[in-house]
């Protein structure tokens, strides 16, 4: 039954001891001031407890009936999803209210303050609820450094009395997705980007460096491409004068964006007599169902740039 799992609240919440201790602590000083409060004082805080252990029975006794309403109006089918569902879930109320938390949920967050992100996902369901729309939750948050997915389920409870309004609740499945996400990212990064480089001004450094300058110059360009790959574990391949086809996975491409190309500044240092700047293009892809179109749209790319 659900109400065996039910775990809302301890005998006495923590917030109500929190409070408990500070009027015992503040009658205590009172008393040790003024003993003629000793004995009112120990009236008044046994009546204190009295009304407080009242009003948790009462509350619990509410929860149990809300519960016992909800699950009539379930079948055995729902009720076991429910009860045995492998993701942890809680009910809350629209308000925000905490109706029943699985076993699940309890083991899943017991050392989590997750009450933070509860309130988080109510503030949502508020806002959906005052702009009068049934409220939605499909999100995904990261708690204690694992990502859940988390979905709501809004649901009308059924009233025995009809004369009372109906009442709503959203049941959160938390699904645990972070090993999924590192393997959807590992896959990511696995796959092959391909690039094209050429240097700009090829035809200008045969004409105008001079002859015994020209393997010095030209070889200085390709160890500085071949660094650059080695830098990235990916591959250079020469496959004509002026052009170079570099092979690479996906997740050195943005640590190059956020290096802005460094290549582009490291070749133009280089020095020749003539004071001549080199320069390359560049076209990289990551898209393409195979290398083959990764290189097509590599190439596209290149001669849009060199229009």
Same mark, same amino acid.
């Given at each position: 039954m659900l109400n065996n799992n039910m775990k809302v609240l301890e005998k006495i919440e923590s917030k109500t001891k929190i409070y408990l201790a500070i009027i015992a602590i503040i009658l205590t000083i009172l008393c040790v001031k003024v003993p003629i409060y000793i004995i009112p004082s120990i009236v008044i805080y046994s009546l204190l407890i009295l009304y407080t252990i009242w009003i948790y029975n009462k509350r619990k006794g509410e929860i149990s009936?809300? %519960?016992? *309403?909800? &699950?009539?109006?379930?079948d055995s089918a729902a009720k076991n999803t429910l009860i045995n569902s492998p993701f942890p879930l809680i009910i809350l109320e629209t308000d925000g209210n905490v109706i029943w938390r699985s076993a699940k949920f309890n083991k899943e967050f017991a050392n989590v303050g997750i009450n933070k992100y509860i309130d988080d996902i109510t503030k949502e369901i508020k806002i959906d609820i005052d702009n009068n729309n049934i409220p939605t939750v499909n999100?995904?948050?990261? %708690?204690? *450094?694992? &990502?859940?997915h988390v979905i709501g389920?809004?649901?009308?409870?059924?009233?025995?009395?009809?004369?009372?309004t109906n009442k709503y609740m959203t049941i959160l499945y938390f699904m645990n997705i972070s090993?999924?996400?590192?393997?959807?990212?590992?896959y990511n990064d696995s796959k092959t980007c391909i690039g094209i480089i050429m240097i700009d001004n090829y035809e200008e450094i045969i004409q105008r460096i001079a002859t015994e300058e020209?393997?010095?110059?030209?070889?200085?360009?390709?160890?500085?491409?071949y660094d650059w790959a080695t830098e990235t574990q990916g591959l250079m391949i020469k496959t004509e004068r002026e052009t170079f086809v570099y092979i690479f996975e996906e997740k050195y491409l943005s640590q190059m964006q956020n290096d802005k190309f460094s290549i582009l500044d490291r070749i133009k240092e280089i020095k020749t007599r003539e004071k001549l700047q080199i320069t390359l293009s560049i076209a990289i892809s990551s898209e393409g169902n195979n290398n083959y179109e990764k290189y097509q749209i590599a190439n596209e790319a290149m001669d849009i740039a060199l229009r």
């Open positions: 009936s809300y %519960i016992n *309403e909800l &699950t009539i109006n379930m999100k995904e948050i990261i %708690i204690d *450094e694992k &990502t859940y389920d809004y649901i009308k409870i059924k009233q025995k009395d009809r004369k009372k090993e999924n996400k590192e393997l959807i990212k590992k020209k393997p010095q110059v030209m070889a200085r360009i390709e160890k500085m491409l």
